[in-house]
């Protein structure tokens, strides 16, 4: 990474725990143990994100915010999505949720991170839900959840969430991981 910017912040040692526990859920999921949690309870109350000291940019769906060295436009929020071809089921009581944004690095260098990571949705009942990197009809997921731009380069996909059934998505957040670099929150709908 040394000739290129990190646009999530820097790499710490939280988001590579975090980044395994993420690619470990679809071996766990396949899991029949009782002690295995669900998806779904995999998330985190909204106090219990790190504090920032940055004013998040806020739109909504469909609208493009500027985030220090790119634009993340909050293309749409698929609910419910429908589980890919070989994709399990969402847990008893869930439904998953797909957002697509589309990514642009406005910066004049290289631009790496990892959307599944740098995005999150907040539901009705305040609470964080996020990512399980399952596949969905309709929309695909980065590089398994990698985003790497060069200078001026697009890409678009997909991150999905397990949300209760009974819980609306009323925000939509990208960005800021642990509270570091620029965030953007897109009010849903």
Same mark, same amino acid.
């Given at each position: 990474?040394?000739? +290129? %910017?990190?646009?999530?912040?820097?790499?710490?040692?939280?988001?590579?725990? @975090? &980044?395994?526990v993420?690619a *470990?859920?679809? !071996? @766990?999921?396949?899991?029949t #143990?009782?002690?295995?949690?669900?998806?779904? &309870?995999?998330?985190?109350?909204? &106090?219990?994100?790190p504090?920032?000291?940055r004013?998040?940019s806020? %739109?909504?769906?469909?609208?493009?915010? #500027?985030?220090?060295?790119?634009?993340?436009?909050?293309v749409?929020?698929?609910? $419910? &999505?429908? $589980?890919?071809?070989?994709? !399990?089921?969402?847990?008893?009581?869930?439904?998953?949720?797909?957002?697509?944004? %589309?990514?642009?690095? =406005?910066?004049?260098s290289?631009? =790496?991170?990892? *959307?599944?990571?740098?995005? #999150?949705?907040i539901?009705?009942?305040?609470?964080?839900?996020?990512?399980?990197?399952? $596949?969905?009809? +309709?929309?695909?997921?980065?590089?398994?959840?990698? @985003?790497?731009?060069? %200078? +001026?380069?697009?890409?678009?996909?997909?991150?999905?969430? $397990?949300?209760?059934?009974?819980? #609306?998505?009323v925000? @939509?957040?990208?960005?800021?991981?642990?509270?570091?670099?620029?965030?953007?929150?897109? !009010?849903?709908?």
């Amino acid at each position: 990474m040394a000739n +290129g %910017a990190h646009y999530g912040g820097t790499l710490t040692l939280k988001r590579l725990a @975090v &980044a395994a526990v993420v690619a *470990a859920i679809p !071996l @766990v999921a396949g899991c029949t #143990s009782s002690a295995v949690t669900t998806p779904s &309870a995999v998330t985190t109350p909204s &106090a219990s994100i790190p504090p920032t000291s940055r004013t998040p940019s806020t %739109a909504h769906t469909g609208a493009t915010l #500027s985030l220090s060295t790119y634009t993340v436009r909050l293309v749409q929020v698929i609910d $419910p &999505a429908q $589980p890919g071809q070989y994709t !399990l089921s969402p847990a008893a009581g869930d439904r998953y949720v797909a957002t697509v944004f %589309a990514i642009t690095n =406005t910066s004049g260098s290289a631009l =790496t991170g990892n *959307a599944n990571i740098e995005a #999150s949705v907040i539901g009705s009942d305040n609470q964080t839900y996020n990512a399980y990197p399952v $596949p969905v009809s +309709g929309c695909t997921n980065f590089n398994y959840g990698q @985003v790497q731009l060069a %200078a +001026g380069e697009s890409t678009t996909g997909c991150v999905v969430f $397990p949300v209760p059934t009974g819980v #609306s998505v009323v925000k @939509v957040k990208y960005g800021g991981y642990a509270g570091q670099g620029d965030f953007g929150v897109w !009010l849903n709908p």
